[in-house]
């Protein structure tokens, strides 16, 4: 039997295909769609987003076959991984080919390519039919959307249709890994683990270069909220809490502290904190208060991701 038509998919593939900008759910955060082989589609993308224009963005696809021939040399490392990780919370960067325009890759000979797991993506990919630059759906630097409802709070009528696919299972964004020099370089931790990426690769990943690419995220600050953040140990964030009073909003893991008006406590987990960190991060936003305290995660392997989210959002406001 054939699969039923979603009209949703079918009306966003049109406005993707006639030059407009749709928002989509991924299994990271929601993207903000343009068709990645017309230069004017991806200008507005750029103008809605206010993203620098020598700041490359993602290409997405229905499948590895369709992703890696928008590159072209693609390394056995590359093959694997796109065979083991795909669909996945995985970028991998590569030289791009031909038809990779400079308005996708900030000028740069390289492209970041995706397939993502999110079902309504893909068959939003598959209806599509080729590769859709999509950012996070959000004004550029600011905190990535992770609902519906975000996008639509962020972009209101700048982006001409939102696909709901609901809240995102991973959270953050995708890894990104530089394949296109050799060694294998870890660019952006993400939704895949650097030490899985490894253990498929039979390698270490060594870390960023002055030669490396520039990619999505990597500025010192990213992903911030308009409300002045700062990170904290614990036992620094009590002393502040007793310095500032109910003037703050707090993210933690322990239990709410009484001083405090605005307190969410956070999951213990990586894989839970990562899921509900942009919202978290959303919902203290819009408390008025004068800043956010933001405890601390440990400083192990499994909340690099985190870590590097929280870095770059409070870059500036003291850490």
């Known amino acids: 039997m054939a699969e039923a038509r979603n009209p949703s998919i079918e009306h966003a593939a049109r ?12 299994e990271t955060v929601y993207g903000l769609g343009a068709d990645a082989s017309n230069p004017e589609a991806i200008a507005r993308l750029y103008a809605v987003k206010g993203r620098p224009s020598d700041h490359p963005v993602i290409v997405h696809f229905a499948n590895a076959d369709r992703a890696l021939m928008w590159a072209r040399e693609v390394p056995d ?23 990779v325009g400079d308005y996708i890759t900030g000028g740069q000979d390289t492209v970041g390519l995706r397939v993502p797991a999110h079902p309504l993506a893909h068959q939003l990919l598959e209806a599509f039919g080729g590769g859709l630059a999509a950012p996070s759906a959000n004004r550029f630097g600011r905190v990535s959307p992770t609902t519906a409802q975000h996008v639509r709070d962020d972009l209101g009528t700048d982006v001409q249709f939102v696909l709901d696919g609901g809240p995102c299972g991973v959270g953050i964004e995708s890894t990104i890994v530089d394949l296109s020099r050799g060694a294998p370089r870890l660019l952006r931790p993400g939704g895949v683990s650097a030490e899985e990426i490894e253990f498929v690769l039979g390698q270490p990943l060594a870390a960023p270069d002055e030669e490396a690419p520039r990619v999505s995220g990597s500025l010192p600050s990213h992903y911030a909220p308009h409300t002045p953040a700062r990170l904290l140990s614990a036992g620094t964030l009590q002393a502040e809490i007793a310095r500032l009073g109910n003037r703050v909003a707090v993210l933690a893991f322990s239990a709410p502290d009484e001083r405090v008006d605005y307190w969410l406590r956070m999951p213990a987990d990586p894989d839970g904190y990562a899921r509900g960190l942009y919202a978290a991060l959303r919902e203290l936003d819009a408390t008025g208060c004068e800043v956010l305290l933001i405890e601390s995660p440990p400083s192990t392997p499994e909340w690099q991701a985190v870590l590097d989210r929280l870095g770059r959002a409070t870059q500036g406001h003291g850490q």
């Open 77 to 99: 490392a590359a093959r694997e991984l796109a065979k083991r990780v795909w669909p996945g919370p995985l970028t991998i960067v590569l030289k791009r080919a031909m038809r």
């Open 15 to 26: 406005l993707l295909k006639s030059g407009g900008l749709v928002a989509f759910p991924t």
